[in-house]
């Protein structure tokens, strides 16, 4: 039994301190979720950029202006020497690499014809291609997580309704979707 005067807290105090740590987690809690669904978006954007750039660099110096159609190929350095056109986070796995709770994957365009050379860092000719298109898929979809893509325009798309199955993913814009700005 605790005396009048004794120091310490009383079963009601401890309890309303816990009632208000359950107020603000309650509160922060989903701006978190919010806060790391916006990092994840943005890590994605960036990576399909730099697939963008990476395919712009391996066309213009490697290819003779065709494009790899898997992004293991972009990893792959040139057969003289020189540097990756990828960097290894987004240029090892095969067929789809897994970054940042998204999941990228790259192919040929359907419109896309083949070269007949193949390019510096030895991929062969039938897998470089006039086209590509490349897609960002969030692992985990619970808040309405948004998908993106882009193609050999360069111009990144993005939309809530889910992949690109049934579109006709060729160089040009796709059916769906809205420019990213």
């Known amino acids: 039994?605790?005396?009048?005067?004794?120091?310490?807290?009383?079963?009601?105090?401890?309890?309303?301190?816990?009632a208000i740590i359950a107020i603000i987690a309650s509160i922060a809690i989903p701006a978190l979720l919010?806060?790391?669904m916006s990092g994840e978006e943005a890590s994605a954007i960036a990576s399909l950029r730099a697939i963008n750039s990476s395919q712009n660099a391996f066309a213009s110096s490697c290819a003779s202006g065709s494009f790899a159609?898997?992004?293991?190929?972009?990893?792959?350095p040139p057969v003289i020497g020189g540097v990756?056109?990828?960097?290894p986070d987004l240029g090892v796995g095969a067929p789809s690499v897994v970054k940042?709770?998204?999941?990228?994957?790259?192919?040929?365009?359907?419109?896309?014809?083949?070269p007949v050379n193949p390019s510096c860092n030895g991929v062969a000719a039938a897998a470089l291609a006039s086209g590509y298109y490349?897609?960002?898929?969030?692992?985990?979809?619970?808040?309405?997580?948004r998908f993106f893509w882009t193609n050999t325009l360069g111009t990144i798309y993005y939309d809530v309704s889910g992949t690109l199955s049934g579109e006709t993913l060729g160089s040009t814009a796709p059916g769906r979707g809205s420019v990213l700005q």
Do not use: C, K, W
Request: proline letters at 7%; charged letters at 20%.
């Open 134 to 145: 490349a897609f960002a898929d969030p692992n985990i979809t619970p808040n309405g997580g």
């Open 100 to 114: 940042s709770g998204y999941t990228f994957d790259m192919q040929r365009a359907t419109d896309a014809t083949s």
């Open 34 to 36: 919010r806060a790391r």
């Open 84 to 87: 990756p056109f990828i960097s």
């Open 1 to 18: 039994m605790r005396r009048r005067g004794e120091p310490g807290f009383t079963l009601i105090e401890l309890l309303i301190v816990v």
């Open 69 to 76: 159609t898997v992004l293991s190929d972009l990893a792959i």
